[in-house]
Structures are given as structure tokens and as C-alpha cells.
């Protein structure tokens, strides 16, 4: 009876859903193609692409929040990540949905009304490839086409997600050789039928190539390497044929020649043409990569290559013969531009070595070639030759350490610039900085070892004598400085216009270290966030400040701007790291509660955004353990930690990777050994080293570290016994 029951009641359920009106269908997710990018504007809520459009502008034509409105602009909703690393990617908006990424491929899909989370999506990595990179494990930003969502994780595999739920449709490796130091914090580009990714390490022993693979399947489908191989063997292509001549020596390619497209990527349907930015060499020191002589194509230069097959169309070589770490590798916008009386298709880049490009992306052809920054290594650029006319005198540092503008950090670096077409700006978040630079004996090359055969000092060091070696002190004097720009380092947000080649107005930040990403929109407005935690908006036409917003973060990305249910909201992530530095510094994550990663969304009428705890006071050095090793041992160690570790582990004990000198770990030589060799905190983001360092050599970085931790923590004992100031000096020194 109680069976019958039972079925008679199933059936009548089957039957009233049977007979009652069926739902709709649930819109699919993530339906990008080319026809909804090429009419990106006629559509202004989305952003659909990482610079919105085809031109990767960073543009908005929405202007509900604009200078009359924008005072109210407040806090709509926050994700919080759980990371704690650099996050550099501009967040994609396809109808409500947010797709972004984070630490090392991390992926969010988020409801980009309240930003309640989908889906996340982590990749699998193999951490180490952290030992042979540059500048965090960071990632700017997903592709978002036909249902999918593709995104490259740190440790080189590619990831086509389905834009529904975040389950992996395919995956493929995307690195030739895993006993070289290769990574990916770029973004995918959709191309045609390939989606395309380059990589990094060309501080390291890699050599640099781009791919394109089938959206369907993850298939290579093609591969442009950017610099030739062993030339005792065929060269994978005709354009690599051609560059051989420009290379020199007999050992070069053993360390790889670097020249990675590790970002900079853009597709012109038009043309079918994908173009992208190569690299410095490996190492810097051309006397020590190609025996001082060649151009060595194709490092530091613009490639354009057909989408369908990656054949050579054309190049520029932005810096021939690089020499000072002046990738090609920053933002390359598609634009067209009135040039002459006539309509120009141009691709425009504001590069590191301090010149703003503008090129015809059909041909290649130099339009213009302009200093944005103070620019000393070259006078100029020989628009009839394309080439930089060269200052050897302050440029060539082979009989000794110069001084040059700019640094190796560049005029303009990867954040995001932003063309507006209201007032015909381009608006490059740029940097004043020059460096020393001298040869340094290159060592014998070991694998995924960084190797620049120079050594490196910032311009403000020169106001401080003592922080330099010896040999590059000569550069102080005071006769010198006078002939040279200024020394102090600072960083300004500018409004260049590329068809009168000036600059318009430009905003000082706070510091040379703040040059974020920028967004400029129809509401007559240019965004960007800071490293001191504050979003600027600014008056497009004159760079007046209107609005600040403190959010307690720092902020490195490029924001971006949507609108969900008639409702415009702007949105950027947050957290510092990898701003082209491979060090920290703690003043930029002091104020926060250890860099936490955060997605922050803003609207009209918002309320006060909230902000993570200040962290504590630095606590005192923990007294140390007993020396271990001897002398010899501590002096090898300093070594192999030079090499090895110290890009990552300084003395900061507020960045997130640790001071090693208040870790538990160095009072053990058998845990210490556990974490270097063992990867017992892998989890952590502490990779392995056991293949490229012996249980001797990591005995030798232990006796290092211990010594460091007994000699800082000696000085704070001395510091501490010192007689303390009287109150009223406390008071006066406080005032000061």
C-alpha cells in the first residue's frame, strides 16, 4: 500500500511538471565572438576583451559616473581572493558576469552586480618555475570567447574553461624545454581561429617564442620563435634565417638569448595580423651575449605575424642591440589616428627605452618616434632609418659604469595606457627614473640561474655615495649631475598626443614606484589606482584631481567600467607585487593587513570603502640560534643565496615572502633543509630546489642566513641599550 502510494505520487508529480509551462533556458555564459568586439561601443556595458576593444584602448563610452557625478562615487561590493601577490589583471565583464584572474591563473567568475562568486577556478602548478622568474607570480588577465574562458597559468599550461561552470575543456603545456627558466603572467589573445600566448624569463637561460593553438582543441597549431637557435642546425624559419647574421659569437644561444614576448599582445582582424613586443637579451651585456656586435633580431622589437600559420610579416626593432633591459613588451594599441590630412591604421606603443611609437600595423612602417620621458641613451630616432641615433658616451657602458635615462624599469613599463577619443589622448602611466649600469663578470651558465652580466644601481643612489660599489661613485660628482636630469625618481601619469607628439598635462604621484594601469571614458574622466591605496580620478582634459578614494590596498591594475541592471559601476583589483621589480618594497604593503588580494567594485551612491586592519608594529628579531659553519662556509653561502634566493627572500618583514631571519626554520638545519630541498612548504609557495642545489650547498645557505639573523639581531640589541632621548628631544624629533 505504502508502495503504490508512493508511485501513484510520482506520477502525478511527473505529470504536473509535465503539463506546466517549461523555463527558459538559462542564457549561455561567455558568448564572446569577433562580430560582438568589432561592435564593442555599440554595446558599452560589457568589457569583453582585457582593453575592452579590439585596440585594447582601455576606453568606455559610458558616462553615468562623470565629473558631475563622480562625487558620490563610493564602495558597491568586494572579493576577497585569499592570496596575498601581485594582481595586475583588468577584470572582464560579458552580460553580469566577471571573469578575472589572479595569483598565478587563479580565475573568478563573479556576479559582477554583488560580486557573489559563480565559480573559481585554480590551476595545478609546479612550482618551480617560481625559481627562474621575474617579478611575482602574477597574471593580467583571461580571454573570454565562444563559451570558453582561457587563461594561462604561471607555470605554462594553457586553460580553456567552459564559461559556465569553470571545468577544464582542455589544457595544454605550452613550454619547449622545462629544464630552461620559462613562466607566463601575460594574458591570452584570441586571434582568428588560435588563441595566443607568449612567455618570460629572459633574465634567466630561455629563449623566447610565441604560439598560437586551436580554440576547439588546445592543438599548437603554429610557433614563432623570437631570437635563433644553435647555428650549427636549421633555424625553424625563414625570418630566423634572416636574423642570424645580426647575432655574433660561438656560445650565445646556450644561455637561450631570451627576447620572450611575455606581454604585449594584440589581433587586427583586418590585416590578420597578430603583433606582439620581444624582450631584452639574455644576458643584458651585449659584449657578453653576442661579442658586442649585431642588432640581434628579434630582441626589443615590435613582430607582426599572420594568425593562421605565425609566418614573419614585418618587424621593428625598437632598441638594436639592447643592452639595457629595454623590452618592447609594453601595451601595443590599435588606433586609427588623422595623420597628414588622412586616416592612418596605426599600432602606437609608449616603450620602456622612453620613446612613444607610432607604426602603420599594415606595414610597419615608422610614422613617429618621440621622447615621453627624460631620454638620454638616445638623442633621437632617424625616422628616414628607424633607428636610434645612440649617445655612446653616456650609453656604453663597456669601459665603465654610466649613468642613462631611463632605468630598466622603463618610461612605461606593461600597466596599461588608455586612448581617449573624446580629447585624442593617450594617457601612459610613466616614470622618471635613470640607472648606473657597469659589466659584471658573467658566471658559468647554470640552468635556470638569472645571469645579466651587468650590475645595476638607480639614479637616487647617487645622492647617497656610500650605497654604491666603489667604482661607481666617480658618478657623483657634482659637475656631472648638472650636465645629467634630474636624479630624483617620480613617477606621473601623462596625456601624450600622438598626433602633435607632446605631452598636454601631466599628474605627479606620489611615488617613482606608482604607475598603474589607467582607464579613460565618455564621463570625461582618467582613473587609476595607486600604491598608497588611493583610486585617482582625474579631469581627461586637464588633469585637475576631482575624486579620491582611499581603499587601503594597493593597486597596480588597469580599472574598467560596466553596467549591469542600468547601473554603472567601476571595478579594479588590488594588491601589490610584480610591478616590473623582482624585489618588495614594504612601505607599499604596510598599511595593508599583508598585501591581502581584494576585486573592489564602486558605484554613484556608494558607501565608504572598507579596509583591512593596519598591521602591527614590526616586532623585535627573535634572538637567534648558535652560528653553524665556518667562515668559509658562510661566505659560499652568501654566494649561492645571492644567486639563488635572495631576488625573493630580502630583509622586509612585511612583504609576503618571508624574512628568513625571523623563520622558525633557520633554528633547525634539518627543517631548513625540508623546506629548500624537500619542498615541505610548496603549498606555500616555497618550491624545491633539490634538483639545482646539493644538501652541502644548502648547509652552506643555511650557516648564511643564521648569520644574518645573529648579525641584525645584534644591532637591535646595541640600537636598543643606547641611552633613550629626553622627552622634549622625542617631541621635537617628532615635529620634524
Known sequence: MIRTTHVTFVLAAALLVACAPKPSAAPAAGQVDLARLQGADSEPDNWLASGRDLGKTHYSPLQTINRETVGTLGFAWEYQTGTNRGMQATPLVVDGVMYVSGMGGRVYALDAATGAAKWTFEPQQDLRNVRGACCDIVNRGVAVWQGRV?????????????????????????????????????????????????????????????????????????????????PSKPQESKALEAALPTWKGDKWWERGGGGNPWDAISYDPETNLVYFGTANGAPWSRDQRSAGEGDNLYLASIVAVNADTGDYAWHYQTTPGERWDYDATPHIMLATLKLGGADRKVLMQASKNGFFYVLDRKSGELLSADPFVATTWASKVDLKTGRPVENTALADYSNGPKLLFPSAVGGHNFNPMSLSPRTGLVYIPSVHSGMVVAENPLPPHKRERIATGVQVAFSGQLAAPQSLPP????????????????????ASLKAWDPVSRKVVWEFKNSSFMDHGGVLSTAGGLVVQGGLDGKLKVLNDQTGELIKEIDVGTAMIAAPMTYRVNGEQYLAITAGTGGGGWNFWFPENIAFTNGNANRI?????????????????????????????????????????????????????????????????????????????????????????????????????????????????????????????????????????
Open 150 to 230: 582561457y587563461v594561462a597559468g604561471f607555470s605554462g599550461t594553457l586553460y580553456a574553461l567552459d564559461a559556465q561552470d569553470g571545468h577544464i575543456v582542455w589544457q595544454t603545456d605550452t613550454f619547449q624545454d622545462r629544464s630552461r627558466a620559462y613562466s607566463i603572467t601575460g594574458a591570452p589573445v584570441i586571434a582568428g581561429k588560435v588563441v595566443v600566448i607568449g612567455n618570460g624569463g629572459a633574465e634567466y637561460d630561455s629563449r623566447g617564442y610565441l604560439s598560437g593553438y586551436d580554440l576547439q582543441t588546445g592543438k599548437q597549431m603554429w610557433r614563432f620563435y623570437t631570437v635563433p637557435g644553435d
Open 471 to 490: 667604482s661607481m661613485r666617480k658618478l657623483t660628482d657634482p659637475a656631472f649631475l648638472k650636465t645629467q636630469p634630474d636624479i630624483a625618481m617620480s
Open 600 to 736: 573592489l567594485a564602486f558605484k554613484l551612491g556608494g558607501g565608504a570603502t572598507p579596509k583591512p586592519e593596519p598591521l602591527p608594529p614590526v616586532a623585535p628579531l627573535p634572538e637567534p640560534p648558535a652560528q653553524v659553519g665556518t667562515a668559509s662556509d658562510i661566505a659560499a653561502g652568501a654566494k649561492l643565496f645571492a644567486a639563488n634566493c635572495g631576488s625573493c627572500h630580502g630583509n622586509a618583514p612585511r612583504s609576503p615572502v618571508p624574512d628568513l631571519r625571523r623563520s622558525g626554520v633557520v633554528r633547525d638545519g634539518a627543517a631548513f633543509q625540508q623546506v629548500v630541498r624537500g619542498g615541505s612548504l610548496t603549498a606555500r609557495g616555497m618550491p624545491a630546489w633539490d634538483d639545482l642545489l646539493t644538501e652541502a650547498e644548502v648547509t652552506q645557505i643555511h650557516a648564511y642566513v643564521v648569520s644574518t639573523a645573529r648579525e641584525g639581531y645584534a644591532a637591535e640589541q646595541k640600537a636598543s641599550a643606547k641611552p633613550a632621548a629626553s622627552k622634549r628631544e622625542g617631541v621635537s624629533q617628532g615635529h620634524l
